[in-house]
């Protein structure tokens, strides 16, 4: 393998690894049931030592749109974590340089091919839950040589075009080098469209608290808005009978 393409390797694997999306970010999928499968060890990918903020990799939210997908084909918890176990098997161990050798997971591996070479990649998973990560050549080879028993056939291109292609490409994590956790978590929060204001406290020179205030889709339930945060302040303003706007303030703290 030429040295640009494992510096790349490593670059990418990192990016996908790093914790620093709030649940904001993951589209479709309400608080309760990710609390669900937090509590089923579905979520997340990797197990963090971090404390703070409930945060996500981009492989991560992308393994939660696979879930997302598994569950309409009717798949069980348990297989759901049979499946989890085979993508996160090692694949490739890179090393550059001085560098300490990174493991990239075969989950990892068909996301950066898809980045770097645009090709199609595809899991492919029986009803005994065996996983495979195949591209279109090798699913035809497996056809022509009757090596497929029944199976479900996930698009990965389609999933990460749904979960995390926007966030994978902008921001770029390269632009914001030399900053916090916590001061990357508040550029995250400016940049979406749904805030309208942010307040950031801080004690003895670093973040203390984050106050984000945003707008709430009028269609969410507002038993659910209830429940989205421990500690938020909702306004709410009615015209003719009918709402006709949320607000949310949440604050957070590290």
């Not at 404390?51 to 297989?79: C, Q």
């Not at 050798?101 to 091919?113: D, G, K, R, S």
């Not at 995390?164 to 490409?169: G, M, Q």
Request: charge should be neutral.
């Amino acid at each position: 393998m030429k040295k640009k393409e494992k510096i790349n390797l490593v670059s990418l694997n990192k990016k996908l690894n790093e914790k620093v999306y709030s649940i904001k970010y993951i589209t479709g999928v309400s608080r309760q049931v990710l609390n669900i499968w937090k509590k089923e060890t579905l979520i997340p990918l990797h197990v963090s030592d971090e404390k703070g903020w409930n945060t996500y990799s981009l492989v991560d939210i992308l393994w939660i749109g696979i879930i997302e997908e598994l569950k309409k084909f009717g798949f069980t918890f348990e297989k759901i974590l049979c499946v989890k176990k085979q993508l996160l098997v090692i694949e490739e161990i890179v090393e550059f340089n001085d560098e300490q050798a990174q493991e990239i997971e075969m989950l990892n591996l068909a996301v950066i091919e898809i980045f770097l070479n645009t090709n199609p990649i595809y899991i492919v998973i029986d009803e005994d839950a065996k996983t495979e990560v195949l591209n279109a050549y090798a699913i035809i080879d497996k056809m022509q040589k009757n090596e497929l028993t029944n199976h479900v056939i996930l698009n990965l291109n389609q999933l990460i075009k749904l979960n995390i292609e926007s966030l994978y490409r902008e921001p770029s994590l390269d632009q914001f080098k030399g900053l916090s956790k916590d001061e990357l978590h508040v550029l995250l929060i400016l940049r979406s469209e749904n805030f309208e204001s942010v307040k950031i406290t801080k004690k003895g020179g670093e973040i203390d608290t984050i106050e984000s205030t945003e707008i709430v889709s009028n269609g969410e339930r507002i038993l659910n808005i209830l429940k989205g945060h421990d500690y938020q302040n909702i306004e709410i303003k009615q015209a003719r009978g009918k709402i006709v706007q949320i607000k949310r303030t949440i604050k957070e703290r590290p």
